[in-house]
């Protein structure tokens, strides 16, 4: 079954991700505690390229973040950044390999860029929100309606 949304086929395809331990995956929500999984829309102009056929060449920039464990301790800290150095290597790996987030009835994902490092984004003594930026890089069919 196909998806119906571009946010539905990312979320999929970060699911699929087997460097996720055991915790609540939301969209456009983070909870306070640890762990925790979110992919949050950003902000962008959609189009980059339109073509004589109606057709474009689009992104879609979003946010994978999480709510880790966060201390003093210099080692669990070290740990979440590492796990965003694998997620990073993680993504970058299947998008050479072409294995991509499935996308809604005339679009085709083409590729998954990594625009961040995973950076610690707001912290507090018993855990902390990381987040790294992307974006998916997407060819759109003209619609009657273009």
Same mark, same amino acid.
């Given at each position: *079954?196909?998806?119906?949304?571009?946010?539905?086929?990312?979320?999929?395809?970060?699911?699929?991700?087997?460097?996720?331990?055991?915790?609540?995956?939301?969209?456009?929500?983070?909870?306070?505690?640890?762990?925790?999984?979110?992919?949050?829309?950003?902000?962008?102009?959609?189009?980059?390229?339109?073509?004589?056929?109606?057709?474009?060449?689009?992104?879609?920039?979003?946010?994978?973040?999480?709510?880790?464990?966060?201390? *003093?301790?210099?080692?669990?800290?070290?740990?979440?950044?590492?796990?965003? +150095?694998?997620?990073?290597?993680?993504?970058?790996?299947?998008?050479?390999?072409?294995?991509?987030?499935? *996308?809604? +009835?005339? *679009?085709?994902?083409?590729?998954?860029?990594?625009?961040?490092?995973?950076?610690?984004?707001?912290?507090?003594?018993?855990?902390?929100?990381?987040?790294?930026?992307?974006?998916?890089?997407?060819?759109?069919?003209?619609?009657?309606?273009?």
């Amino acid at each position: *079954m196909a998806v119906k949304s571009i946010i539905e086929g990312i979320t999929e395809y970060f699911l699929q991700c087997p460097l996720l331990q055991d915790g609540i995956f939301r969209v456009d929500a983070l909870g306070q505690d640890a762990v925790e999984y979110v992919i949050e829309t950003g902000i962008c102009d959609p189009i980059i390229q339109r073509y004589v056929d109606g057709s474009t060449e689009r992104q879609y920039q979003f946010q994978f973040g999480s709510r880790e464990y966060y201390s *003093m301790d210099r080692l669990q800290n070290i740990e979440n950044s590492q796990f965003y +150095e694998r997620l990073a290597d993680w993504i970058e790996e299947n998008s050479l390999s072409g294995n991509l987030p499935e *996308m809604p +009835e005339g *679009m085709s994902a083409e590729e998954i860029e990594v625009l961040s490092p995973g950076y610690i984004y707001d912290g507090a003594m018993e855990n902390a929100r990381y987040q790294i930026a992307l974006r998916l890089l997407y060819y759109k069919e003209a619609t009657k309606n273009e």
